[in-house]
């Protein structure tokens, strides 16, 4: 839940240290946005990407565009053969002795009970919105790795132009606008609400897996699903022969599936599904902090690839489905599915009709819904998935998972650059007149330069960098740990969140800020970079200053550090809502999945 409003530190958030007048939060937009329109981000233009590509070798791209004419002549080629082969004597007599269906148990249950439907038609309905909201979110960094390091070649598939050579391009740049009817939204770095459906429904569908997977072994039905015997390989075979020359095998799925129709239900129950849930948590900072041995072999971009290609098994596996459950007897196959019977009355048809209006009516109206009302799809998503965050969330991290040798080669840059005259005098100078404000509920406001930041105790760190569009980095950080600046000026008891606020401005003018909860403040991981990799950062990079909390998304990070206020909660500062994008772009102020 939202902290209490009650700002207690506003009174001395405008008073810097001996009484200097720092009007920081006068620099703030105190809009909230409740819609997107077309100001919403900054009136950031569309940007089309380009066909789906896959790396060849070092160099070279295929379009998987080709896949359609290749895959549509290898198809008619295997027609051809098999057709040729299946009047063959030695086939004729594989597929007599393997017909196509595996023995099940004695006391293996026959059809499907009425709970089974409608496990079926909520696992379709919310793959809809998953599937939509997951193709946004590829959409804001739409390049794929199996390296840890995100670095632009190294993709092994992507859906934009090769990045540029501009140094001062960013992530941001990078991402694309999708079709409304496709996307989740379709709108360009529209990721914040595409995470709330994308988190809010996956909570749903696991838990009616849940349910699913207690039915399935309570009921028995998982006999139908799991292959018992070795000979469901050379059945799966011959189904597929049987298939393949246009004279197929006899349906027979209130009793018993085709061997072939058990491997891909095997693989999509007990492999797929848990390969998602699995693969999506890997992409988690908190997760990837707290369970470390996994993570230092199970990357995020691992996770992120293998993610994607549960996706892409999903989206083929309902295509064939539904293709076949139309070919070999629509009114029978929608009788056993939605009307449990074994027949080829229309009432299966007519249930499912009226069910395929829901999810039409649901696809249609989902993404300008979301635009109107954004702050409802945000809160929906946060109580849906808010639970299962703060139970995630870490309370102790350590350093020494990485090395030197694992520093990314390249950090991709993000977010708006500062480009104020207060910003580009201090860069003029080497920033020899920064001052970094600290202030608010604390017994020493302070007013500290860089020379005093490096005269403190030096604090490094080699961590990796989670952004909350996908991409991801490891560098090695040194500077001084936020617990060094807690000990400096000793906040006061009723202190509760740390503002950060950037010399930059955010899309839609004013400063950008963001809060974090104060106990992460005195993590191991909790830092104020000066350097980066050994020099001082760059401009890029957040020159002079940086914050740097390992168990949060990077947004949250905020680089060209102003000042720093200690506050009991964050409703009177910017927005009210923990963050210039959660005020603007509907992110949340604690963002550890």
């Known amino acids: 839940m939202k902290p209490p409003s009650d700002d207690r530190s506003l009174p001395a958030a405008d008073i810097g240290a001996g009484g200097t007048r720092a009007s920081i939060r006068s620099e703030l937009d105190q809009r909230r946005y409740t819609v997107v329109d077309e100001d919403w981000a900054g009136g950031i233009p569309a940007q089309y990407g380009v066909s789906p590509r896959v790396r060849i070798g070092q160099t070279k791209w295929f379009n998987l565009l080709w896949l359609i004419p290749i895959g549509l002549l290898l198809l008619l080629v295997s027609v051809a053969v098999a ?48 599937i939509r909201s ?126 072939l129709q058990l491997i891909a239900y095997f693989v999509t129950v007990f492999l797929a599904a848990p390969l998602a849930l699995l693969s999506g948590l890997g992409m988690s900072p908190a997760l990837s902090t707290r369970f470390r041995r996994i993570s230092s072999v199970f990357s ?44 080829e009355s229309w009432t299966g048809f007519w249930i499912f009709s009226a069910s395929m209006v829901v999810v039409i009516v649901g696809w249609v109206a989902a993404t300008p819904f979301t635009y109107r009302h954004p702050r409802i799809v945000q809160k929906v998503g946060f109580a849906l998935i808010g639970p299962a965050q703060r139970l995630f969330e870490h309370i102790d991290s350590k350093p020494g998972e990485y090395t030197e040798k694992d520093i990314s080669p390249y950090f991709w840059h993000n977010g708006k650059y ?64 936020m617990q060094k600046i807690i000990d400096t000026v000793k906040p006061a008891p009723e202190a509760k ?38 020099a001082p950062l760059s401009f890029g990079h957040g020159a002079p200053l940086r914050l740097r909390n390992e168990i949060e998304l990077g947004f949250k990070m905020v680089k060209w550090i102003k000042a720093i206020e200690f506050v009991t909660d964050f409703a009177e500062v910017g927005g009210g809502l923990g963050g210039y994008n959660n005020d603007h772009e509907f992110f949340g102020y604690r963002q550890s999945i």
């Not at 076949?324 to 929608?334: D, E």
């Open 418 to 481: 500062p480009d104020t005259d207060e910003y580009k005098q201090l860069q003029a100078g080497a920033f020899a007149d920064y001052r970094l404000v600290v202030n608010g509920l604390v017994e020493n406001p302070a007013e500290l330069s860089i020379e005093q930041l490096r005269a403190m105790a030096y604090h490094e760190q080699i961590t990796q960098h989670f952004c909350i569009q996908g991409w991801s980095g490891v560098a090695k950080w040194g500077g001084v740990s």
């Open 497 to 534: 969140w740390v503002i950060f606020y950037s010399l930059a401005l955010g899309p839609e003018g004013g400063l950008y800020y963001d809060a974090q909860p104060i106990e992460q403040m005195h993590h191991h991981l909790t830092m104020l970079a000066y350097d980066m990799n050994d």
């Open 83 to 130: 057709r040729g082969i299946r009047g063959l004597p030695a086939v004729q007599g594989f597929i007599h002795a393997y017909p196509g269906l595996s023995e099940l148990p004695d006391n293996a249950p026959v059809g499907f009970p009425a709970w089974l439907g409608w496990q079926h038609f909520l696992n379709l309905f919310f793959m809809i919105f998953i």
């Open 300 to 343: 995020i971009q691992v996770a992120r690839s293998l993610h994607f290609l549960v996706l892409c098994w999903f989206v083929f596996f309902i295509v064939i489905h539904i293709s076949l459950v139309i070919a070999t007897g629509a009114l029978r196959n929608l009788n056993h599915m939605y009307a449990a019977q074994n027949t």
């Open 134 to 259: 997951g193709i946004t979110v590829l959409a804001d960094h739409p390049r794929l790795y199996w390296t840890r390091h995100s670095t632009p070649g190294k993709d092994w598939f992507r859906v934009q132009k090769p990045v540029p050579t501009n140094p001062l391009y960013t992530a941001k740049d990078d991402s694309i606008t999708l079709p409304n009817g496709v996307g989740l939204p379709g709108r360009r770095h529209s990721i914040g609400l595409a995470r709330w459906w994308h988190l809010g429904i996956d909570t749903l569908w696991l838990a009616n897996g849940l349910v699913f997977f207690i039915l399935l072994f309570t009921t028995g039905q998982w006999m139908r699903l799991v292959p018992l015997h070795w000979d469901v390989i050379p059945n799966a075979l011959s189904v597929a022969i049987q298939y393949l020359s246009l004279d197929w095998p006899t349906e027979s799925g209130w009793t018993n599936y085709n061997s």
